[in-house]
Structures are given as structure tokens and as C-alpha cells.
């Protein structure tokens, strides 16, 4: 956002302070590059964003990303398109009334999806029955073992077009 001078970069705060400034803020931004962790994971800032009715222009690869911008919270853009940022930037801070629309979108998406009762049920389910997996079934090993056989798989193919190139 280097050059876009309607944007204010803020440091670090007391967690207190920065949800009074998410509260009184026109947007998010939360551009990261893609990676694993990223595009699963939902962090806590997403949500204090949401719970503060802080509307977001995100990384469309993200989860939580995704997530509000399905809610109608957030603008879900490509992090390599300076243009695209500058117009989400420029669309939000022209348009108070889609700032309000959002940020009521947000607040309702958080209470929906994120309040306590609701993202600590399943966990609460899991308490109340615990399941215990037989070894060997948790979805790293299958991976691994998939991983493993298409590799022979693949030098097995690999061979047989050596030696087809060689009859050639």
C-alpha cells in the first residue's frame, strides 16, 4: 500500500486500544503472499475484525477471507494487483454507507459463527465423547503412504520410458 496515501499504517498497540481503533476504522487490510497456513486458518484478528464490525479487503486465498466476504464483510482481492487494492481501497472510503453495510454484516457474521457457544461446540462434543483413533488412520499417515506409492508409481513409468526412448 506504499504510495497510497488514504491508508494509515498504525503500530503496535495495547489489545484494549486496538479494538476501540478497529471499532472507529473504515477497513482491514490483510494482503499476505499464499501459503499453506494462511489459506486454512482463521486468526483471531479476522475475527476482532468481524466482532468490531470492521470491514475487510482481503487476500482472496485466504479462509477468513472468504468467509467474510461471503458474509458480505469483506472485499476479497488479489494481493499482486496494486490497482485492484487501490480501487477497494478508494470503492470503501468513497462509499460510507457500503462501510456501514458491511460493518453490520460483520457484527452479525460474528455472532453467527464466532461467538463463544458456537465455535467452542465442537470441542464441547468431543469432551462430552472423546473418540479415540486406531493408529495408522490419521489423514498425515494416509498422505505420507499415498505420497510413497505414487512416487515407486512414477519411478516405475519413468523406466519404462527410458527403455522405450532406447528401443526408439
Known sequence: L????RVELAGFVPYDQLLRDYARATAAVDLPRANP?????????????????????VAGHLTA???A????AALAVDPD????????????????????AMGRAARKHAR????????AAPLAAFC??????????????????????????ADVLRRRLEA?????
Open 2 to 5: 506504499e504510495g497510497c496515501d
Open 37 to 57: 497456513e494462511r489459506s486454512m486458518a482463521v486468526s483471531f484478528r479476522h475475527v476482532d475484525y468481524l466482532y468490531c464490525g470492521l470491514p475487510q479487503i
Open 65 to 67: 477471507g472468504a468467509e
Open 69 to 72: 466476504a461471503s458474509a458480505g
Open 81 to 100: 494487483d496494486p490497482d485492484g487494492i487501490r480501487a477497494a481501497v478508494d470503492a470503501l472510503l468513497d462509499d460510507p454507507e457500503r462501510v456501514g
Open 112 to 119: 453467527a459463527h464466532h461467538a463463544w457457544d458456537v465455535a
Open 128 to 153: 462430552a465423547r472423546p473418540r479415540h483413533r486406531r493408529p495408522g488412520t490419521s489423514l498425515l499417515v494416509r498422505v505420507a503412504a499415498d505420497r510413497d506409492r505414487l512416487e515407486d508409481e
Open 164 to 168: 522405450a526412448e532406447a528401443q526408439l
